[in-house]
């Protein structure tokens, strides 16, 4: 295998930097974490949403709204 295919990222001499690495995949895990958490909470209320338009159409229209 050709030495300069390899990723920079797999060998990392300096300890410090490899610290950073692991501080910043924790960083982008949590964030990760908040962003799904949001689209979860975007989605429920999505739904709840379009639950209450589908009653409110029954209510106006009847059931073959």
């Not at 990222?9 to 960083?27: E, F, G």
């Not at 979860?40 to 059931?63: M, N």
């Amino acid at each position: 295998m050709n030495p300069a295919s390899k990723s920079l990222l797999a060998v990392v001499l300096d300890p410090a930097a490899a610290a950073l690495i692991a501080q910043l995949k924790q960083t982008m895990k949590q964030a990760i974490a908040a962003k799904d958490q949001v689209i979860a909470l975007s989605e429920l209320k999505i739904r709840k949403l379009e639950e209450e338009l589908r009653l409110e159409r029954i209510k106006k229209y009847g059931l073959r709204s």
